[in-house]
Structure formats: C-alpha cells, structure tokens
C-alpha cells in the first residue's frame, strides 16, 4: 500500500461531500481518543506492574509534585 502525504489525504478530503467530511473528522476525532485510551491503560498496566516490583515507591502528592517541579526547573533553559 502507498503511504500518502498530509497534502494528499486534505486534498482527498476536501473533495468529499461536506457531511462525509463531517463524518471523517468525527471517525478520526474518536480514533484519536480510542488511541489515547489504550496508550494510557497500557502506561497504567506497566505502573502497576513495576509498583508491585518494588520498582516504584508509594509517595505523597506533595512529595512527587515537587520532584516533578524540580525536575522541571532543572530542563528548563
């Protein structure tokens, strides 16, 4: 199958009727969402697997908002 450029695939959808296009951008808008859903289940999975490892440890809510600030503050330029 031929891979096809941005370009390509906004010039095939602007040329269908006005409500397939509706309907194409509701089909991607849900995919998208559909995709995001399983990307974050399967990063959950993995967090509880490594939390009953050992490999992550319980902390506070306070605790790890300021590792991530501090983390932040050090990538920051």
Do not use: N
């Amino acid at each position: 199958m031929a891979v096809l450029t941005l370009d390509q695939v906004l010039t095939y959808a602007e040329a269908l009727p006005p409500d397939e296009q509706e309907m194409l951008a509701e089909l991607l808008k849900k995919r998208r969402i559909e995709a995001w859903r399983e990307e974050t289940a399967a990063y959950a999975r993995e967090s509880v697997a490594a939390y009953r490892t050992g490999k992550l440890k319980a902390q506070s809510a306070k605790s790890a908002i300021a590792k991530l600030r501090s983390r932040l503050a050090k990538a920051s330029p």
